[in-house]
């Protein structure tokens, strides 16, 4: 079994900056890609940036210029770096992991840690 370990959520004014870390551990498996999503208030999940064991990116356009993914892969950690923060960005974010056990498709999520931008 994977565990996803989040930190860096937390309250930042408008316009600051935080960096959201996520780390797989656990059974190994041959993960693909990571990623973040998030969740407002009576929003539904959607994505925010992905990234691939490859190094290929992907950004919701809402985040593109202000936010960006990077990984570890020998870590299998990913993290998120948020800047110039709105107050639409508040949500709750998820860690995500995708990839392989044999040729069954696996999916985690992390538990989600909270981000409150302040105006």
């Known amino acids: 079994q994977v565990q996803l370990v989040e930190s860096g959520g937390g309250l930042v004014q408008a316009g600051g900056s935080l960096r959201l870390s996520c780390a797989a551990s656990?059974?190994?498996?041959?993960?693909?890609?990571m990623g973040w999503y998030r969740q407002a208030p009576g929003k539904q999940r959607e994505l925010v940036a992905t990234?691939?064991?490859?190094?290929?990116?992907n950004y919701a356009p809402s985040v593109v210029g202000r936010f960006t993914i990077s990984g570890n892969s020998a870590k299998n950690t990913v993290y998120l770096l948020l800047e110039s923060l709105k107050p639409e960005d508040t949500a709750v974010y998820y860690c995500?992991?995708?990839?392989?056990?044999?040729?069954?498709?696996?999916?985690?999520w992390g538990e989600g840690t909270l981000v409150t931008v302040s105006s």
């Open positions: 990234i691939t064991s490859g190094g290929s990116t």
């Open positions: 995500n992991a995708k990839g392989n056990s044999d040729l069954i498709s696996m999916e985690y």
């Open positions: 656990g059974n190994i498996f041959t993960i693909n890609a």
